[in-house]
């Protein structure tokens, strides 16, 4: 089957980014979400993105149109995936959300569509359950920011058949990525490594070994990371932080993977990031410069 319309879910970050390199590379693209600012959001976020690799020369002005005029905009799930020969599903990382968009999904898409999720730890296997084409259900989960970072994490679910695997494979090949395989169990490969190392930094805090900026230096300078474990954190949100260590806390019933106190308490309080403008840093509006919050020292 020749892929050639693609139905993105979720107008986020992560969905806004799925869409931009999927319409970038001449695909015809049909970005859902149920709230209409935000999708109007993601469209200005696209092409302030496109903008950039414009002034950088990445791409030209003519492709910066025509990978706009690439991307349609709907508010209904089965409206905006009834043509897909591939959804990939970008909503918030909440399982029963994604379960009861997986079952829309299923309905509404064509016989020969492939499901993808752009989940970062749950469960495929879970995911393909409650659809009627478990075999073509699969994980394709890309890094943020998507046009820029190059790997896309392919999970396999127990039902993922082989032909969906190469075909998922391809195409990332075909986005300028470099897809790898793995297989599903809690956290992946990805944050199954990531997420305890960002843990077991905060609670490095949290028990007095170190300030945040000692923390993140350490990690950059000693083990040439380009960004310190607490600052991706912020990065990627507390919020969603903390739903994938109890993802993996549940997964392997191992207290290694259990959330930091500090980490619970700070997405209680409502501190989640650079997406509610203090974590770990805090985020001057208009301003690119961090501030290292004292209230957690």
């Known amino acids: 089957m020749e892929i050639k319309n693609i139905s993105v879910i979720g107008a986020g970050t992560m969905g806004n980014g799925i869409a931009h390199v999927f319409a970038q590379t001449g695909f015809m693209v049909t970005l859902i979400d149920v709230n209409q600012a935000q999708l109007d959001k993601a469209i200005a976020t696209i092409s302030k993105n496109l903008d950039r690799?414009?002034?950088?020369?990445?791409?030209?002005?003519?492709?910066?149109?025509?990978?706009?005029?690439?991307?349609?905009?709907?508010?209904?799930?089965?409206?905006?995936?009834?043509?897909?020969?591939?959804?990939?599903?970008?909503?918030?990382?909440?399982?029963?959300?994604?379960?009861?968009?997986?079952?829309?999904?299923?309905?509404?898409a064509p016989e020969g569509c492939i499901l993808a999720t752009n989940t970062s730890s749950i469960s495929i296997t879970k995911i393909a359950?409650?659809?009627?084409?478990?075999?073509?259900?699969?994980?394709?989960?890309?890094?943020?920011?998507?046009?820029?970072?190059?790997?896309?994490?392919?999970?396999?679910?127990?039902?993922?058949?082989?032909?969906?695997?190469?075909?998922?494979?391809?195409?990332?090949?075909?986005?300028?990525?470099?897809?790898?395989?793995?297989?599903?169990?809690?956290?992946?490969?990805?944050?199954?490594?990531?997420?305890?190392?960002?843990?077991?930094?905060?609670?490095?805090?949290?028990?007095?070994?170190a300030g945040v900026e000692e923390i993140d230096t350490v990690?950059?300078?000693?083990?040439?990371?380009?960004?310190?474990?607490?600052?991706?954190?912020?990065?990627?949100?507390?919020?969603?932080?903390?739903?994938?260590?109890?993802?993996?806390h549940e997964g392997f019933g191992n207290p290694k993977y259990a959330p930091c106190p500090l980490l619970i308490n700070m997405v209680t309080a409502g501190k989640l990031g650079i997406k509610s403008g203090e974590g770990f840093y805090s985020y001057t509006p208009g301003s690119k410069e961090l501030v290292v919050s004292a209230s957690f020292l």
């Open 53 to 108: 690799q414009v002034a950088k020369e990445i791409i030209s002005q003519e492709l910066k149109e025509i990978t706009l005029q690439n991307i349609t905009t709907v508010n209904n799930i089965a409206e905006g995936v009834k043509h897909a020969d591939l959804v990939v599903e970008a909503a918030t990382e909440n399982q029963l959300l994604k379960l009861d968009i997986f079952k829309q999904i299923d309905a509404s």
């Open 129 to 209: 359950s409650v659809t009627k084409r478990p075999a073509s259900v699969i994980g394709m989960h890309f890094m943020n920011p998507v046009p820029v970072m190059k790997l896309v994490e392919i999970i396999n679910g127990y039902a993922t058949s082989k032909h969906v695997n190469e075909t998922i494979t391809n195409l990332s090949k075909r986005l300028g990525k470099v897809p790898c395989t793995v297989n599903d169990y809690p956290g992946f490969i990805a944050n199954r490594i990531l997420m305890p190392m960002i843990n077991e930094a905060i609670y490095s805090l949290f028990e007095g070994v």
């Open 219 to 248: 990690m950059k300078l000693g083990m040439a990371h380009p960004m310190g474990p607490l600052q991706l954190a912020d990065f990627i949100g507390l919020d969603v932080c903390l739903s994938i260590l109890k993802v993996l």
